[in-house]
């Protein structure tokens, strides 16, 4: 099963990437938090990254599909994937195309995630992280068995730096102007699903599930 999961900020992508690759016992490769852990690490690719992430722009293309490069190459991508925040923009989907290419693969899917705006903002601005194992959390709508403790490896939970009002505003209006053009991109080579992914967290599960069902390994 290869496939890219699409949306706005706050949508759910790496809520479900994380259930979907587990069920389908994939690769879950989010840029985001590849990004994150470069940063955490003070490593070279984090430092250039973190100016960008902490406004809510994207960082550049170049060092964003180098590291998926290397990630794709990865045995344990070999019996599938699930892209969670990349492709980003026009030409990051093209170099995803011809690594494949390359490889001899294809996506299968491209998932769109919709969730009106109202709901991103309500999402992204409840939402606490675990800096150690990545585990998301929501004040309202995931709450962790004791208040501000990852529920999984017990660290504490922290407010991601881009999940502040400006930087908000900031990643919606990067969303709309880079990655938006995705959707016909993915339409028109036919592999585009539209997910209507505002219910519970089980249900947009349930529904996902469905959809991918014909591209997990039996
Ligand atoms: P990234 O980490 O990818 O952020 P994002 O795309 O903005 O997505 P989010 O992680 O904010 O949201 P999500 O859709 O995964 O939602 P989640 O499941 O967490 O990227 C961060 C930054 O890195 C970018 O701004 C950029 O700078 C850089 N970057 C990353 N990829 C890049 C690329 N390809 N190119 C260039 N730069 C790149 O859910 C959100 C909250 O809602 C959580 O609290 C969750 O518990 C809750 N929730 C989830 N589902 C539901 C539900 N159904 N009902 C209620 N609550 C829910």
Known sequence: MRVVFLGAPGVGKGTQAERIAAQCHVAKLSTGDLLREAVRNQTALGLEAKSYMDQGKLVPDAVVIGLVKEKLADPSCTKGF?????????????????????????????????????????RLSGRRSCQKCQATFHVDFAVPKVSGVCDRCGEPLVQRSDDRREAIEMRLKVYDEQTAPLVSYYQERKLLFQLEASGTVDAVFQHLSQELAPYQAT
């Open 82 to 122: 699930v892209l969670d925040g990349f492709p980003r923009t026009v030409p990051q989907a093209e170099a995803l195309g011809s690594v494949l290419i390359s490889k001899n693969m294809a996506l299968d899917r491209v998932v769109n995630f919709q969730v009106s705006r109202e709901d991103i903002v309500r």
